[in-house]
């Protein structure tokens, strides 16, 4: 009895440091992500209240980082293990043309619109690792046509929420599931529909109402300081 006491005092010795390791890969897991662009503090915010929340709403003009705030949280996320799949989508609108305007399969005409906030997701971290997760189905971007039916369960981030009807940015807030996230972007001077009020203004009008539903706009002009007096001469400041 006392060998066996003794040796498995031993044994337990010698796992202690795998063990200790294995919690120490935990910690660089959830806390040490190196990313390639560092947030400002109003984006830090922003990505804060995502983390925090379930539907968060952005907003600001072109080229405050709405997009890439909202890829460095959805990455965070993947990266962390918290969810599997980061899902993205949009209204099929540029410019006042449809998807029916571009040759090709689903996957095919919908592949500028993943385009772009693929963009982001590569100024975040590695382009390599970036487009292994696409392939691999863990960056999905689909047409908000096709948002019915499903439950969010994991995280989905829309685009140019400017540009979708209300009835559209309805169907998709009502696809949240128990712990799912929504991240929604857009500025309503950057709109290409005509209705006066459109998916975003209706999901700002519910943050004001609801809680749990949070907005934030962001003001600090990342692009060129050419961009910021273009924005200021057409909509004023």
């Not at 906030?117 to 997760?133: A, M, S, T």
Request: aromatic share 8%; net charge positive.
């Amino acid at each position: 009895m006392a060998r066996e006491t003794i040796y498995m005092k031993q044994l337990l010795l010698t796992k202690q440091p795998s063990m200790e390791k294995q919690e120490k890969q935990k910690k660089v897991l959830k806390s040490d992500i190196k990313y390639a662009v560092q947030l400002n503090d109003e984006q830090k915010e922003a990505k804060r209240l995502i983390r925090e929340n379930q539907i968060v709403v952005i907003t600001g003009r072109a080229g405050c980082g709405k997009s890439l705030v909202s890829a460095q949280t959805a990455l965070d996320f993947l990266f962390k293990k918290e969810y599997d799949n980061i899902f993205v989508t949009r209204a099929t609108v540029e410019v006042g043309h449809s998807l029916g305007f571009l040759p090709g399969s689903l996957n095919e005409k919908f592949n500028p619109y993943l385009e772009a906030f693929q963009e982001n997701l590569v100024k975040c971290y590695d382009k390599v690792k970036i487009e292994q997760l696409v392939l691999d189905g863990r960056i999905v971007a689909f047409p908000v046509q096709f948002i019915r039916g499903k439950t969010i369960d994991d995280v989905l981030v829309v685009e140019e929420a400017q540009n979708l009807t209300k009835a559209e940015m309805l169907a998709i807030l009502t696809r949240l599931g128990k712990g799912g996230r929504i991240i929604i972007n857009g500025d309503n001077e950057q709109k290409d529909i005509k209705d006066p009020f459109n998916g975003l203004s209706y999901v700002i009008e519910l943050s004001k109402k609801i809680e749990e539903i949070k907005w934030i706009k962001l003001k600090t002009n990342h692009r060129s300081d050419i961009v910021g007096k273009i924005l200021d001469y057409e909509y004023g400041k």
